[in-house]
């Protein structure tokens, strides 16, 4: 049996592939393989060069895990690890409801954070002087080794409705207005950051990828400042609110303490030689009001203490494992693997000519 005979493929009747045919045709046709090859790497090395080098800058934290003695403890820690994994087992160890982990990329990407992040301002390196994110994002960011002109980075934002003349009344107080310049920098933050989380060891890694190295890591630093801010006072809210209350009815408590003590010894001065039993029973009574103010405002005092001994035990902590660093080599592109993929394209439609351009199958298929 010769080497063709062994290659064929039975199915409802004998059909053989004749390999040697094949490679003859492919032979034949070499010259233009060759050149769609070198044509189309020719076409990717242009196209990588078009691009603008890509700098990443990563940042990684770990949350505060909740723990407390004893059994309560144990069980605390686990539901703090299946939080991590996203599974609630219900509860809260310190009575406070918590952000899961897997939340925090949502955090990141959405609206009002990233318009926190666009009002700071970071140092431009091009302009040598500090700007807002918003502004550098706004403007033409970094060239490519080949620049063709244009900026490719910046979207057109089109809307149908502008809000500039739309009257206040008509929009409720809940709703963020953006402008165009907004929206197309915020498409931009949320193209470029990355918020991943390692559910085994609940690590946080936060990695922003932009054409500037040192904005790249400013952002980094900021999402990271305002994620943790945001996740603070979302576990802190209730003893926050709780505290003001406090603080308030506190200085209220006083004020009344005060007054009470003040009413109570000015009558004493007006009536130090009165022996009548009224002037007595009035005594006694204001001598009640401030034994009543006075053990009010100790009380609240006492737990206004107890209120601020809570929110900083409900204020999570956030530990930086690694703060973000400007990058000094490029993330992106990958140039020579752009024009390999190109080039493998190009080789790709050369023999689909050849396959279309042949005589026929059955020459080829034996």
Same mark, same amino acid.
């Given at each position: ?28 046709? @070499? ?18 060069? $078009? ?7 990563? *940042? ?11 059994? *309560?403890?144990?069980? +605390?820690?686990?539901? #703090? ?8 087992? +219900? ?6 409801? *918590? ?50 002109? +244009? ?43 990355? !918020? ?8 946080? #890694? ?21 994620? $943790?801010?945001?996740? $603070? ?12 209350? !406090?603080?308030?009815?506190? $200085? ?10 003040? %009413?109570?010894? *000015? ?45 900083? @035990?409900? %204020? ?15 993330? +992106?592109?990958? @140039?020579? !693997? ?26 080829? !298929?034996?």
């Amino acid at each position: 049996m010769s080497n063709v005979e062994k290659n064929q493929i039975e199915d409802n009747g004998e059909i053989s592939i004749n390999f040697g045919e094949i490679f003859r045709t492919l032979k034949s046709y @070499r010259i233009l393989i060759a050149t769609c090859a070198l044509l189309f790497a020719a076409l990717g090395a242009i196209y990588s060069l $078009t691009q603008p080098n890509e700098y990443s800058s990563n *940042a990684k934290l770990l949350p505060e895990l909740d723990s407390k003695s004893g059994a *309560a403890g144990g069980m +605390g820690g686990l539901k #703090s690890l299946a939080g991590l994994a996203g599974v609630d087992l +219900g509860g809260s160890s310190s009575g406070a409801e *918590a952000i899961r982990p897997d939340l925090y990329p949502n955090i990141v990407q959405s609206a009002p954070l990233l318009q926190e992040v666009l009002k700071a301002k970071i140092y431009s390196t091009k302009h040598k002087k500090w700007q807002t994110v918003l502004d550098f994002l706004s403007e033409k960011q970094d060239t490519a080794p080949l620049d063709l002109g +244009g900026d490719p980075s910046e979207d057109d934002v089109t809307s149908d409705v502008k809000l500039d003349k739309v009257p206040s009344s008509a929009l409720s107080a809940d709703l963020i207005k953006l402008n165009k310049k907004e929206q197309a920098a915020i498409k931009k933050l949320r193209a470029s950051v990355v !918020l991943e989380i390692d559910k085994k060891s609940g690590v946080i #890694s936060l990695t922003t990828k932009l054409t500037n190295a040192v904005a790249a890591a400013n952002i980094t630093s900021l999402i990271q400042h305002y994620l $943790t801010k945001y996740v $603070t006072d979302y576990r802190t809210q209730k003893a926050r609110q709780e505290l003001a209350f !406090l603080e308030k009815r506190l $200085t209220e408590s006083r004020a009344r303490y005060d007054q009470a003590l003040f %009413t109570l010894s *000015a009558y004493r001065d007006q009536n130090m030689n009165l022996f009548l039993n009224v002037a007595k029973d009035r005594e006694k009574k204001l001598q009640y009001e401030v034994d009543m103010a006075y053990n009010l405002y100790t009380t609240i005092s006492g737990q206004y203490e107890e209120s601020k001994v809570k929110l900083h @035990r409900e %204020t999570p902590v956030f530990k930086v494992l690694e703060p973000a660093q400007v990058a000094v080599q490029k993330d +992106g592109p990958k @140039r020579s !693997l752009i024009t390999i993929g190109f080039m493998f394209v190009g080789v790709f439609m050369a023999l689909i000519y050849v396959f279309f351009k042949t005589v026929n199958l059955k020459e080829l !298929l034996g």
